[in-house]
């Protein structure tokens, strides 16, 4: 059961979009698939939705395979940053038309949110600014009641308010009717609390592929006067250095000691945007 | 409820301790019942499994209780059992740096029993 | 083909298509009855005025291209948002263009037949259609049941022609890059207009081409049942190529 993903290759041209990636979604959870502009995170949506056909590999949902296979793709909705809707469709016939196609679809929650949100459903659809229509996306989004709910960079042009009520509805939605989605986006900070299992896609390649905690398990910060941290990091793996006056914090890879701990220093928790920064960081270093 | 959680322990020790700090000072009382799960991940706007997590360790403690098809509950001795645990780790996190930071600024034992006295007649109970 | 969800597919398109077509119908019946309107009145006013209403099938064509062409893309798009793959969309669209050509043409000759009972014994009045011009004497305005059949048939071919005709020109565009786009752009006027009548005229294989197409017109003008043959056929060649079109057309 689950989306699996099996050494998916995708060029465009000369560019290497996508490289061998093999993952596996299921069980119910939130998934983070972060990375920078350009990684190759929509690519590997549109692939998985099989709006793109990728040069190898294949995608297979809950073991069959997605190519022009309704039963399959009728599991996934796919919220992307295109709207494919026609442009003079009205918000009201989107909704009914997305019930025809996918039946779990709650029209009656769908235009419940378009008040709160305080989107007219009246408009057409390209007659919305970027913000609300990525609200009406969000909308479909939260209402389709798919096994399956992939969402590419779904907050980008909303304002923080909207913002914060679509975080709090998606978790009250996925705390009570569980499904498995998947959160494709570059604001690290936004979602770092929110998913349960990260991705991290860099350059078409997943270089890391792990629940969360054991991902920040496996690192974390030590802190202080800065000769006192140099020494400290002789020997181990550091991920990154930052100085200010006479004080250094570094990102170190591996499991803290406290017990040979010098005295000055202080240890911490390693945060999902520093770990993530300091991987991209780290691969272009080598 | 707009908490924002530090990078510094992770956010499922975090949300406990906020819990078991509301238990302590009576914001929930004993045998009320605390919001659900879905409330807190709402809250906190944190994963729902990570907020189930911490809410575990207060039940794995015997600090709260599950009514079946009801929701969470306090338990009845969870203040006092917390009080104890707090004890321990009020010696450990406030008193030993205390007691470290006094060494490093060269004050004495009588000093700082002077201090002590000091600070229990001024804010004390 | 249990993978396959058409019901949804179908009666989307279909309730789209079949409003675009509503209101065509709509148009023609006006047009026809004012043209009969403004006849019977003229005349009664004793001027020398002959009306008639002949391209129905004509209009409904050009109406069925263009629907054809800015159609395929748009739905292409909503229903790959809607989680159904390409096969179902070009079943799907096949099935609606069957079902509303089917409509349009019984439809068609039902007005045409009506308005021809109608002005029946008006001289200056001349309703009629395709079918009638080319292959009755055009006064013959009573046709047997065969004759209708065949009428409808003719009709119905002539309408999946269009359609299809008209995908074909959308998914060609969409599937050229530019480079192709700007090549077939300047490039097929000229071989239709230049390069293909010095092909015919000049070349050995040119006469050979040419002398199969004259074989080809002789066949379709023996009858309309040839002529149906040879809309369904172009039809169904262009169906093929519009599917080798769609099955990969990427979607972003």
């Known amino acids: 059961m689950g989306i699996e993903i099996k050494n998916v290759t995708k060029n465009f041209g000369s560019t290497c979009a996508l490289d061998q990636v093999s993952l596996s979604i299921a069980g119910g959870k939130i998934y983070g698939l972060l990375g920078n502009n350009g990684a190759g995170k929509t690519t590997l949506l549109n692939i998985i939705t099989n709006r793109l056909y990728p040069d190898s590999g294949e995608v297979l949902i809950d073991d069959e395979s997605v190519s022009d296979n309704d039963r399959a793709l009728g599991k996934v909705f796919f919220m992307g940053e295109q709207n494919l809707y026609p442009d003079n469709m009205r918000v009201h016939k989107a909704f009914a038309v997305t019930k025809l196609f996918y039946p779990n679809f709650d029209i009656q929650y769908a235009n419940e949110l378009a008040g709160r949100f305080g989107l007219n459903t009246k408009k057409k659809i390209t007659a919305l600014s970027t913000g609300y229509a990525s609200i009406f996306r969000l909308i479909l989004a939260l209402s389709v009641n798919t096994p399956y709910l992939l969402l590419d960079e779904p907050v980008l042009g909303i304002d923080a308010q909207h913002r914060d009520m679509f975080y709090k509805l998606l978790i009250e939605k996925y705390s009570e009717n569980p499904c498995t989605i998947l959160i494709s986006t570059h604001l690290i900070q936004e979602v770092a609390n929110l998913i349960e299992h990260t991705f991290i896609i860099k350059n078409g390649c997943i270089i890391k592929d792990m629940p969360r905690e054991e991902l920040l398990d496996g690192g974390y910060t030590v802190s202080g006067p800065a000769s006192l941290v140099t020494s400290y990091l002789s020997g181990r793996e550091v991920l990154s250095v930052s100085s200010l006056g006479g004080l250094k914090t570094a990102c170190v890879q591996g499991k803290a000691e406290r017990t040979d701990l010098p005295a000055g220093l202080e240890l911490g928790t390693l945060g999902l945007q520093d770990y993530f920064i300091s991987l991209m960081n780290e691969e272009e270093n080598k | ?125 | 083909m249990n993978t396959m969800n058409l019901r949804p597919a179908y009666k989307y398109r279909f309730c789209d298509m079949v409003k675009g077509i509503g209101v065509f119908y709509a148009i023609m019946v006006v047009v026809m009855t004012s043209v009969m309107g403004m006849v019977s009145y003229t005349a009664s006013n004793g001027s020398e005025v002959t009306g008639s209403f002949s391209a129905f099938v004509f209009a409904a064509s050009i109406t069925l291209f263009i629907i054809g062409i800015t159609t395929i893309r748009e739905d292409l798009r909503l229903m790959l948002q809607n989680g159904i793959g390409r096969r179902t969309v070009f079943v799907s669209e096949l099935l609606v263009v069957l079902s509303v050509s089917l409509l349009l043409c019984v439809a068609g000759e039902l007005l045409i037949t009506i308005g021809q009972a109608v002005s029946a014994n008006r001289s200056n009045v001349v309703i009629t259609d395709i079918y009638q011009m080319l292959y009755t004497n055009g006064s013959n305005y009573h046709m047997s049941l065969t004759q209708h059949v065949e009428s409808i048939a003719l009709a119905f071919g002539i309408y999946m022609f269009a359609n299809l005709a008209g995908m074909f020109i959308s998914l060609l565009f969409y599937r050229l890059n530019k480079m192709w786009m700007l090549i077939t752009a300047i490039g097929v006027p000229i071989f239709i207009f230049i390069g293909l009548p010095v092909i015919l005229t000049q070349t050995r294989p040119g006469l050979l081409l040419e002398s199969v197409f004259n074989m080809i017109v002789a066949f379709a003008l023996k009858g309309p049942w040839a002529l149906l043959i040879c809309f369904l056929l172009t039809a169904v060649l262009i169906g093929i190529v519009n599917w080798l079109m769609m099955r990969r057309a990427p979607v972003k």
């Open chain 2, 1 to 125: 409820m707009t908490v924002r959680f530090s990078d510094e322990r992770p956010i499922f020790i975090q949300l406990a301790e906020m819990l078991e700090d509301a238990i302590l000072s009576g914001a929930y009382n004993e045998e009320d019942q605390i919001p659900s799960i879905t409330e807190f991940s709402v809250a906190y706007k944190m994963n729902p499994a990570t907020a189930l997590k911490g809410v575990n360790i207060l039940v794995d403690a015997g600090l709260l209780y599950k009514k079946r098809g009801v929701g969470m509950f306090v338990s009845r001795d969870a203040r006092e059992k917390l009080a104890e645990k707090r004890k321990e780790r009020f010696y450990r996190d406030f008193v030993e740096p205390m007691i470290l930071e006094a060494i490093q600024l060269g004050i004495s034992e009588s000093e700082f029993i002077e201090m002590a006295k000091r600070g229990l007649s001024e804010h004390g109970n």
